[in-house]
């Protein structure tokens, strides 16, 4: 590691605020790009799923069962 | 008389920024055209910053200007193709009212949009930031009176094939002093001095236009359908 | 004694220096039904919309017309952007109706049930007539004033618009339209512009 | 070659494809990007001239490297949708393009503060800088115009016109840029053009350059297959799929 | 195959130029537009001659280009709404063919107009007299381009109900090289050297756009129409 | 054996997710003349441009379709601001005819004689109409795909054109068209998409 302290890796002579704010900004970034597809799909999957789950409970109950729900 | 003036114009009013808003990119939309269109000025005029700060004064204007211009010179032609100003005549309530409402909405997504960013563009070409409340204020002040120019000018062409450049001619003419105090009163304000008469004159400019404008589009608007 | 709701008294109407039509006369009372006959170019429409101020058309002669009309043209006034329903919310709104459930209503009775919330540029021609007379249902006026409205309107719906205006006129208003086919209502006065031809 | 083209065209065979390979990316990236940030933030020396805030080129480089790149895939996928009506050449170009346009916003944006301690300036009409401008243009304008369209068959086509005109634009572009103010007028700010880059900060940034690749491909496979979970839901494959 | 290619080419050109000319306000108009515009800059500025002269290849340049894409927005408009397009589509004509004697038509209206009297207007920036005729030459070839650029946006856009921002979204980044060769032969040209190479670049982009937009017109007029 | 100008085996036609038509089977051969019918949004306008290559939406199955058509929809495809001749005269360029007599006698044709020089806008809705159907009398093409052409056109200009279709049936050409009310047309092959709704 080059730095001696984690106060050093914080600061880098002065330029620690433009350092890790484009780091941050980067990893926000990332986080957005990766996540929000991934919430969207895992909510889609469940509804289909669930969907799924209705038809299979209905047809197992029967027809006139399933009429009343 | 009218109990319902006050729904007609809240409807009229949703009706015409639905009409605009319909999707999210609507309101992007033309602030991205704002950044591409300062974006041009560096390419063509060089990139050097002194230069540009001097320049963006009247560049910021020129783009307010043309914006608003181009879109308001068309401001009732889909109402007059479509059927809606027949109807908006016919209406019970007053014309004038009903067309100040689309005036005011052109304004609300042009010129207000635009002084609300303006700080940025501002900011790319390098303009002192003690002249960008005055940029901002300037551009809020003098689109309206654009607004208005052009709209008078709009109502009066909707219905001619002939004879536009006429009005033209007039209506150009109009939008010149607002470009001469509003590029006058930022200008002012960068090199440190005081705008405020410049701007006094932006206001009583657009306090004589919200007057006199709506009589002269009612009456425009009239004319064209009877044409 | 009952008003006219509208009063032509041999009147003259020009276009430019063109004389259309000479010493039309004729008089809406509440209750009448008149479809206006005459060939394309005769002045139908002109004369439409003379009657409902919208053109100063040469005209001389005495015209009274009430304030309170409904005018429906050639041109839809509808935006196309938007949908059935943001569009009906504005004509009603010149009017008094302005709730949504009055505006479905008439949708459904112009057989839009369901497409509410559809852009108009997304219905066929003869529906997106129907959305402009939709406003037959939202109206308060009492003398309409229809230019051709059976235009790319189907047959089941020319006769739902032929109900709606016969309930009008049955409840004391009036309606004045051009068609160039026969209908089938009963009652009907025939003002035939062929004959006022200049 | 054809059947491999025509087997990723079938969307059942692509969801498949698509769901092994972000579970092998996912882990890939996140632990090249952990090793790259470490590496570039803590390791390696500080530049000689620049100081510590040259650390932001293992973010900034990587960037702009990608979202170039991104933007010839995109034309790619334009070119396959319109000639050969590979339907899933339309997901990938409204998956492509939203990708893309966050690159091009992170170089941008880490470009920029890179440039108010190096420069003084936040924003300076560079060739470089404006061009890479002029790319997030271009990105943004394929998104704005799939987003318009109704009609999704309509959208993909137009989005694939636009970004083979743009395809054409690009190399013309960057040339211009490049000469741009650069014959008579001294061009006030230049890059540190060297590429004798010391091997202590050649390898982060390289190891960086192939984590933004992963990022790129896996954000991209993320969104075609969300897409695909709304555009097939009815459908009886994806249905034994998921079940 | 087509004897009557010739002939439906002439018609095509004919009605265009019909068109346009019952409407002078349609011709006169940008141009006025422009006239404006330039107008502004020495009052945006202050009138330093000298300034002024530095600046007036970008200035003009910048605005031709502005006012050539709000003009070509609306290129199809008219042909889509009233289904002329539909007919061009069916005609046995290849629609790029005619859809690039509109575009034509456009450039012809504008773009050449507009060489035509910039000296006019470069007169008023003060820009040196040796200038003037690679201005013309480079605003003629540019505007093509420009028209070029503008039409393929405006064919993709031209079914869509908010064209008209996305249209400068679309179009004013594939502008940039016209816009960076033009300014830059003018500039040369003012400050004494030899624009031949830039206006070479200017030309073969001209070369490549008469090939390639073509092709990309139809396509987006058909993806259009089947929206 | 003379060959089909047209001819759709079950055919289905979808807008976006949702389906219009199902199994449309039909041929035209010359000499047919064919009527459309089907309610408001059932598809003519839909079925029509597919056939005529202008829209591709979804279609499922097989259509051939002859390449010599003339199609006239609901827009007129005129030019507001020029006469009826400049229109007329890049319309018929598109085909063969292109000299000033024949514009003038097909607009004679259509009853518009005396109105050659007049710009479109200045003609009543109608007129319009006849100004755009007047490329009946100029077309040399086989198909003849005409969307509500009666749309405005009074009593005697329905017959006109009427007469003018037969003609163009008897001459070994064919038309399919629609139209909400009934022809005085014999020999009229009839086909209701509401049968083939999905
Ligand atoms: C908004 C500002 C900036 C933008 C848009 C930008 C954009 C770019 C682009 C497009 C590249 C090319 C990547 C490639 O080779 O494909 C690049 C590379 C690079 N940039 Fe930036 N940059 C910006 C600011 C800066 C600053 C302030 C510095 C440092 C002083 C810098 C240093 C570098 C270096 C060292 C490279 C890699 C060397 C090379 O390939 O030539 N950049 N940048
Ligand atoms: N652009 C569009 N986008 C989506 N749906 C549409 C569009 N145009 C029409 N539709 C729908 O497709 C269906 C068929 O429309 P089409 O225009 O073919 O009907 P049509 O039979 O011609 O009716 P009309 O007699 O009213 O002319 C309608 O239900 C309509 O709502
Ligand atoms: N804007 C106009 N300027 C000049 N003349 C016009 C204009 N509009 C219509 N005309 C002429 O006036 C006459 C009457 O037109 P009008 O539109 O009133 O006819 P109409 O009876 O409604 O016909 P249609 O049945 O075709 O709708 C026509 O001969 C027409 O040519
Ligand atoms: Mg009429
Ligand atoms: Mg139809």
Redesign the pocket.
């Known amino acids: 590691m080059y730095f001696e302290t984690w106060s050093a890796v914080w600061h880098m002579e002065g330029h620690g605020p433009y350092v890790w704010g484009a780091y941050s900004l980067t990893a926000l970034v990332i986080v957005l790009l990766v996540l929000s597809p991934w919430v969207r799909a895992r909510e889609l999957t469940q509804d289909i799923r669930n969907e799924q789950r209705r038809a299979a409970a209905a047809s197992a109950l029967g027809a006139d069962h399933a009429s009343e729900t | 008389m009218l109990p319902e003036l006050g729904t007609f114009l809240r409807f009229q009013l949703q009706r015409h920024l639905q009409l605009a808003l319909r999707r999210p990119s609507d309101v992007v939309g033309p602030l991205l055209f704002f950044l591409m269109v300062i974006t041009l000025f560096p390419i063509g005029l060089g990139p050097d910053p002194k230069v540009l700060a001097v320049l963006s004064p009247g560049i910021l204007w020129v783009v307010a200007l043309l914006s608003s211009l181009v879109v308001s010179g068309r401001l009732f032609q889909a109402d007059f193709e479509d059927g809606t100003l027949e109807q908006m005549v016919l209406s019970p309530h007053p014309l004038a009212l009903s067309a100040m409402v689309e005036v005011f909405c052109h304004w609300l997504l042009s010129g207000v949009l635009l002084a609300l960013v303006s700080p940025v563009f501002a900011a790319l070409l390098n303009m002192p930031s003690r002249a960008i409340p005055v940029l901002m204020v300037s551009l809020l002040i003098g689109t309206l009176c654009l607004s208005l120019i052009g709209a008078v000018g709009a109502a009066l062409t909707v219905a001619l094939r002939r004879g536009g450049v006429l009005l033209s001619l007039l209506s150009i003419p109009l939008t010149v002093p607002v470009l001469i105090f509003g590029a006058a009163a930022v200008r002012e304000a960068a090199l440190g001095y005081d705008p405020s008469s410049w701007l006094a004159l932006l206001g009583a400019l657009a306090a004589g236009g919200c007057v006199l404008a709506p009589l002269a589009i009612a009456a425009g608007l009239r004319i064209s359908l009877e044409a | 004694m009952v008003d006219d709701l509208l009063r032509l008294e041999s009147v003259d109407l020009d276009r430019g220096a063109r004389r259309l039509l000479t010493g039309v006369s004729f008089q809406v009372r509440p209750g009448d039904c008149w479809q206006m006959l005459g060939s394309n170019g005769s002045g139908k429409t002109s004369l439409m919309r003379t009657i409902a101020g919208l053109t100063r058309l040469g005209l001389q002669g005495q015209r009274i017309c009430t304030d309170n009309l409904l005018y429906q043209g050639h041109l839809p006034g509808l935006k196309t952007g938007l949908s059935c329903r943001e569009n009906l919310r504005w004509h009603a709104s010149g009017g008094v109706v302005s709730n949504v459930e009055k505006i479905d209503a008439a949708l459904a009775h112009v057989g839009l049930q369901g497409y509410e919330d559809r852009v108009i540029c997304q219905l066929s021609a003869g529906q997106q007539r129907r959305v402009g007379l939709a406003r037959l249902w939202l109206s308060q006026a009492q003398l309409w004033l229809l230019d051709e409205p059976f235009t790319a309107i189907d047959v089941r719906g020319t006769a739902l618009l032929e109900a709606q205006m016969q309930r009008h006129c049955a409840a004391g208003g009036a309606v004045v339209f051009t068609s160039h086919q026969p209908t089938g209502m009963s009652e009907i006065k025939i003002l035939d512009l062929n004959q006022y031809a200049a | 070659m054809w059947s491999i083209v025509h087997k990723m065209g079938s969307p059942p065979w692509f969801f498949r494809f698509a769901n092994g390979a972000i579970a092998w990316l996912l882990p890939i990236v996140l632990i090249t990007l952990v090793v790259g940030c470490v590496w570039g933030l803590l390791i390696a020396p500080p530049d000689y001239r ?1 100081g510590n ?2 650390r ?2 293992f973010i ?2 990587p960037a ?2 990608v ?3 991104g933007y010839y895939v995109m034309a790619t996928a334009g070119l396959m949708s319109l000639v050969w009506k590979i339907k899933m050449a339309d997901t990938a170009m409204r998956a492509l393009a939203p990708v893309g346009a966050a690159l ?1 916003f992170v ?10 301690p ?2 003084g300036a ?3 009409w ?1 060739a ?6 002029i ?1 997030l243009f271009l990105y943004l304008g394929v998104m704005a115009l799939s987003e318009a369209f109704d009609n999704k068959v309509a959208a993909a086509k137009a989005c694939a016109v636009l970004s083979l005109v743009g395809t054409v634009n690009i190399p013309i572009i960057y040339k211009s840029v490049d000469w741009w103010y650069s014959l008579h007028q001294p061009a006030s700010i230049k ?3 060297e ?1 004798a ?1 010391d091997a202590s900060m050649l390898y982060p940034l390289l190891l960086m350059i192939v984590a933004f690749y992963g990022l790129f491909a896996l954000s991209v496979l993320l969104r075609m297959r969300t897409e695909l979970l709304v555009t097939h839901r009815q459908s009886a494959w994806l249905r034994s799929e998921l079940s």
Not at chain 4, 107 to 116: P, Q
Not at chain 4, 128 to 133: A, D, F, K, N
């Open positions: 620049q805030s040259y932001i080129i900034h480089v702009a490297v979202a170039l790149a091009t170089a941008l944006v880490t470009g920029s503060i890179w440039g108010k190096t420069w936040w924003w300076v560079d470089r800088i404006t061009s890479m401008l790319l890059f540190t053009g590429s880059i």
